[in-house]
């Protein structure tokens, strides 16, 4: 019976670090070698706009609620409800790809403009992480304009 309790544990333990390993958004950590860095920017650039949309729509929903005065219906706040999961989920999906690609991956040691590199990738996150704590469009705009610092570092590439 003891095998067995140890047998199942450990049947468990490797299905969970498998489920929970796949919850990541970056890329691999091998390293494969294949990497698109300025696609991963501007992906974070949709990711922002999506944020700044989302705090626009909670700003006029707020607005819209509040003047009415018989108060909001359900239909209204569950409204609400998603665009602030929204907002904070794309955060989130910012914070990801930073400190789990760019991070651990993108930024080295090695390279010349190492803290300001550091400084710049740090930004974003403090931004990524403002606006989930806050609704407020120049938060936001913050949040563009320091994805769009970091952009610089990784141009394009013609095939």
């Not at 990497?35 to 650039?45: E, F, H, S, T, V």
């Not at 819209?64 to 409800?81: F, V």
């Not at 665009?83 to 010349?112: C, E, G, M």
Request: aromatic letters at 8%.
């Amino acid at each position: 019976m003891r095998q067995w309790n140890k047998t199942l544990y450990i049947v468990v333990f490797i299905a969970n670090s498998f489920f929970w390993s796949q919850s990541s958004f970056s890329h691999c950590q091998i390293p494969c070698g294949i990497y698109d860095d300025n696609a991963r920017i501007k992906a974070l650039l949709e990711d922002s706009k999506t944020i700044e949309k989302s705090v626009n729509q909670i700003i006029k929903l707020t607005d819209d609620m509040a003047s009415k005065n018989e108060g909001a219906n359900a239909s209204s706040h569950a409204q609400l409800i998603r665009w602030v999961l929204n907002k904070d989920a794309h955060a989130q999906k910012i914070i990801l790809s930073i400190a789990d690609y760019f991070l651990t991956q993108r930024v080295k040691p090695s390279h010349p403009n190492y803290l300001e590199q550091l400084a710049s990738h740090h930004a974003v996150i403090v931004a990524a992480m403002r606006n989930k704590q806050n609704v407020d469009i120049s938060i936001a705009a913050t949040l563009t304009e320091s994805i769009k610092k970091i952009e610089n570092y990784y141009p394009e590439h013609t095939h």
